[in-house]
């Protein structure tokens, strides 16, 4: 059981750039979410998904875009990429049955830096 | 609006020492979830515990126990007879009800347990 897989786990890109972050579950959960995590931060949410053609912005959204078409992926697009991108990018997923207050599932991160 | 509280950035203990790590929370919602997560030194988020608005119960499990109690808004973490593979930072999160779906993280206690 695979769980949420991330890739690639590093990326160096020049400013300006444009790359495509992949996420995929095979829990078949319904919310899909991206955060990024600053050196010595906590967790910030870029954008999160509660299936299948529905996003919504989170706290950062700004330089990000998200696309969700299928149950499985949720990809995290940065277009014209900026040092201030630099950081730690986790995709994690849940199931949310009512009452349960499901955790969220962690992929184990994508490393990127911008110069 | 939703807001999670890690007063402690970073906290140093010897070997076998018990450890408190404090988590504080704002909702406005009477239902609502919260969550412990670890991040060892290798960077992945590991899932720790859930605690539902509704179940104040307290929790033990081997070396760790959980504390809640709503009326003070916080949901603190003890570990006791500290080791030094219990060194990680430990986020505090928290999910309402609202129908946002979000989780939002505090910004971390980052434990080193020294031998």
């Known amino acids: 059981n695979a769980g949420v897989t991330q890739t690639p786990k590093f990326r160096i890109l020049k400013i300006g750039q444009s790359m495509t972050l992949q996420c995929a579950q095979d829990m078949n959960h319904n919310y899909m979410y991206w955060y990024r995590q600053d050196p010595g931060m906590g967790l910030k949410l870029i954008y999160y998904?509660?299936?299948?053609?529905?996003?919504d912005k989170g706290e950062v959204p700004n330089g990000y875009n998200v696309s969700r078409s299928t149950t499985e992926d949720f990809p995290l697009r940065l277009e014209l990429a900026a040092p201030s991108q630099t950081s730690v990018y986790f995709c994690a997923s849940s199931t949310q049955i009512t009452g349960l207050g499901s955790p969220l599932h962690f992929g184990n991160g994508t490393r990127l830096t911008v110069t | 609006a939703q807001k999670v509280t890690q007063a402690q950035t970073e906290i140093s203990v010897v070997e076998k020492e018990d450890v408190t790590l404090d988590c504080v929370y704002e909702?406005?919602?009477?239902?609502?979830?919260l969550f412990w997560y670890k991040q060892p030194p290798s960077g992945e988020l590991v899932f720790l515990i859930r605690r539902n608005s509704f179940d104040e119960q307290n929790e033990i499990s081997g070396r760790y126990s959980w504390n809640f109690q709503k009326s003070t808004s916080s949901f603190n973490f003890t570990i006791t007879a500290s080791q030094v593979v219990d060194s990680a930072v430990y986020f505090c999160?928290?999910?309402?009800?609202?129908?946002?779906?979000?989780?939002?993280f505090g910004t971390g206690t980052r434990l080193k347990v020294l031998a």
């Open positions: 999160a928290l999910r309402d009800t609202s129908g946002t779906y979000k989780y939002i």
């Open positions: 909702t406005r919602d009477t239902t609502y979830y």
């Open positions: 998904s509660v299936g299948a053609g529905i996003t």
